[in-house]
């Protein structure tokens, strides 16, 4: 797998514990940083050597799939299943166009993040916390691995368990309820295709991803990049994978996306209207290294702010009897077993503990 640095363990000269918690107990993240003024990124951000953000190695473009006409015309059902194919075999992502979710719902998606963002710090403060237990339907706070994490990201974020047991609208933040729960549907719609064109992909039955539980969970995240005054300095989101089987990224017009690829970090640019599909550690796993989980990263930007929208299909922090391990079908005397079984949350607890460090949390369970 690609770039399986290793964590910084340089330790800092001064008291990390007691900056970091400072800042947590503000209860309002980076946008309060930002609120207040300040000119120069504090140091619980600091990247161990500075960002370059003007590369000047020449942009790879990530695969475009086009899903016109998947359901009714055999001939392209099998070319989309064939450009899924290599482009999970190869970069772990792509975008997707003609996915079926209306226009005007992903742009009230990203203002409804954008409207939970800008409330008032008092009202906002409401929903801040640490506790994953799952007593709250709405985790927001800044940084989920504030404590653990080398490096503290340039981001705030709100994690939403939208299934299996969909949340009654009181309990979702009033800037973004009913919008979470109409494109919620309509991502757990699209997520269902996908899954049955990945399968095929993998020559297996359309519904043998469905049929091991890979949309049985599905997570909205709705991240917010305050505009920064030192990018170089920091990191929207530190190199990572994802801990989901499949995750479908919205984006806004602002870019800052990049994906690690033959060696080099290539930009995502914002398409209105494109969203954008990757291979999560979970089928990584069960599809024994078939599809490749990419590392990828947000760089911090002077100009801001920028809003996504994360989709993980991942029952994630719920706790479920079922183990996951490569797919039988999958595997041969040439291509044995690399992974042990895990059920997900020992590999999300697993994932949190260790915090976004440059390393993948897919190595812990290699055989």
């Known amino acids: 797998m690609a770039l399986n640095g290793t964590s910084t363990s340089?330790?800092?000269?001064?008291?990390?514990?007691?900056?970091?918690?400072?800042?947590?107990e503000t209860k309002t993240g980076v946008k309060g940083l930002v609120d207040a003024g300040i000119t120069e990124v504090p140091r619980i951000f600091h990247l161990p050597s500075p960002e370059n953000l003007n590369s000047q190695q020449p942009e790879l473009t990530l695969p475009t799939i086009d899903l016109q006409?998947?359901?009714?015309?055999?001939?392209?059902?099998?070319?989309?299943i064939e450009q899924v194919k290599d482009a999970l075999e190869s970069w772990g992502f792509f975008q997707l166009v003609n996915h079926g979710i209306p226009n005007n719902v992903l742009e009230e998606m990203i203002k409804g993040v954008m409207d939970f963002y800008e409330q008032e710090s008092e009202v906002k403060k409401q929903w801040y916390t640490r506790d994953t237990s799952?007593?709250?339907?709405?985790?927001?706070?800044?940084?989920?691995?504030?404590?653990?994490?080398?490096?503290?990201?340039?981001?705030?974020?709100?994690?939403?368990?939208?299934?299996?047991?969909?949340?009654?609208?009181?309990e979702l933040p009033p800037p973004c309820r009913d919008i979470l729960l109409k494109y919620s549907e309509q991502v757990m719609k699209l997520g269902v295709s996908l899954?049955?064109?990945?399968?095929?992909a993998l020559g297996?039955?359309?519904?043998h991803l469905l049929d091991?539980?890979?949309?049985d969970g599905l997570a909205v995240l709705g991240h917010y990049?305050?505009?920064?005054?030192?990018?170089?300095?920091?990191?929207?989101?530190?190199?990572?994978?994802?801990?989901?089987f499949i995750t479908i990224l919205l984006q806004d017009h602002m870019g800052g996306l990049k994906v690690f690829y033959q060696n080099q970090w290539t930009h995502v640019p914002p398409i209105p209207g494109v969203v954008v599909v990757n291979a999560g550690d979970f089928l990584q796993l069960i599809t024994n290294d078939k599809f490749v989980s990419s590392q990828h990263k947000v760089v911090a930007n002077k100009v801001g702010p920028r809003v996504s929208i994360a989709s993980f299909f991942t029952t994630g922090n719920i706790q479920t009897e079922k183990v996951y391990g490569?797919?039988?079908?999958?595997?041969?005397?040439?291509?044995?077993?690399?992974?042990r079984g895990t059920t997900l949350k020992e590999y999300v607890d697993y994932y949190n503990a260790k915090g976004l460090d440059n390393t993948s949390a897919l190595l812990h369970f290699k055989i």
């Open 134 to 170: 799952g007593k709250t339907r709405v985790i927001y706070n800044s940084n989920f691995d504030l404590y653990a994490a080398p490096v503290t990201n340039w981001r705030d974020t709100f994690y939403c368990t939208m299934a299996p047991n969909p949340p009654q609208p009181h």
């Open 204 to 207: 297996l039955n359309p519904n």
């Open 212 to 215: 091991m539980g890979c949309a």
């Open 10 to 24: 340089i330790q800092p000269d001064y008291d990390r514990k007691a900056e970091l918690r400072a800042f947590d």
């Open 69 to 80: 006409g998947i359901d009714n015309n055999l001939i392209r059902r099998k070319e989309v």
């Open 195 to 200: 899954l049955e064109l990945m399968a095929e």
């Open 326 to 339: 490569p797919i039988t079908e999958l595997l041969s005397n040439d291509n044995p077993a690399k992974y």
């Open 225 to 244: 990049y305050p505009t920064c005054p030192q990018p170089e300095l920091t990191i929207g989101a530190s190199n990572h994978t994802d801990n989901s």
